[in-house]
């Protein structure tokens, strides 16, 4: 079936650096891609998200790209703070209906002061 | 506005127990949904409801029903629970489709021994 795969399942960086997570999918047809961040105990929240017909989009400190020949897409936070410490996940709409979403596995990130 | 709401926060059951888990939504959107959370395994849609008066089987039905009770309303219910429906549960929603941010509630922590 239809999945998406996140990479890495864990990142550990020093505050200030960048850090960078990656998702590959397998539904050419996906063509909307969010990205939701989780506190621990928390809900998911949206914290950006890309469509198809475009190739990268910024919203200060947080950046999305996406290459749809390759089907990847990555999250790019810069000068990382203790509060970005969470999990992240990053979805694909399928291809065959506008109403579903296919998560990645999750990132944790740490930011360490 | 209390955008998502979830009832209740935490519920243990026995097997072969039955439960409903309600979700209540107060931004006037048309679509939701319900997902489980399970450790290393992201999010993973069992129902959704594209508009009131329609639900529709998403990745993991099995072992669930669902209710578009009104707009409003979505609820959840297992009719004889097992140990493998422990999980986390959210309700979201959103506008029509996923192409729109899709907004979670705080979650149902349920046990299942």
């Known amino acids: 079936g239809e999945n998406v795969e996140q990479h890495p399942s864990t990142l550990s960086v020093q505050e200030g650096d960048s850090a960078v997570i990656k998702c590959t999918y397998s539904?050419?047809?996906?063509?909307?891609f969010p990205w939701y961040k989780q506190e621990l105990g928390k809900r998911p929240q949206l914290i950006i998200d890309i469509r198809s017909n475009v190739g990268e989009k910024k919203d200060q400190r947080i950046a999305v790209t996406l290459n749809k020949t390759a089907k990847h897409f990555s999250l790019h936070i810069t000068e990382t703070q203790p509060e970005d410490s969470a999990v992240y996940f990053c979805?694909?709409?399928?291809?065959?209906?506008?109403?579903?979403?296919?998560f990645g596995s999750g990132t944790r990130l740490l930011v360490r002061p | 506005n209390a955008g998502v709401t979830q009832t209740p926060k935490f519920q243990v059951l026995k097997t072969g127990q039955s439960m409903t888990l309600q979700c209540a939504q107060d931004?006037?959107?048309?679509?939701m949904y319900w997902y489980r959370q399970d450790p290393g395994m992201g999010l993973r849609l069992i129902y959704y409801s594209a508009s009131e008066g329609t639900t529709d089987k998403g990745e993991v039905p099995n072992g669930y029903n669902v209710s578009r009770l009104n707009k409003r309303e979505f609820s959840l219910r297992l009719e004889s629970a097992a140990p493998s429906q422990t999980s986390v549960y959210f309700c979201a929603s959103s506008e029509l489709g996923t192409v729109y941010e899709q907004y979670f509630g705080p979650g149902t922590r349920l046990t299942v021994t």
């Open positions: 979805a694909a709409s399928r291809g065959d209906s506008s109403y579903k979403l296919i």
């Open positions: 931004m006037n959107h048309n679509s």
């Open positions: 539904d050419s047809a996906s063509n909307y």
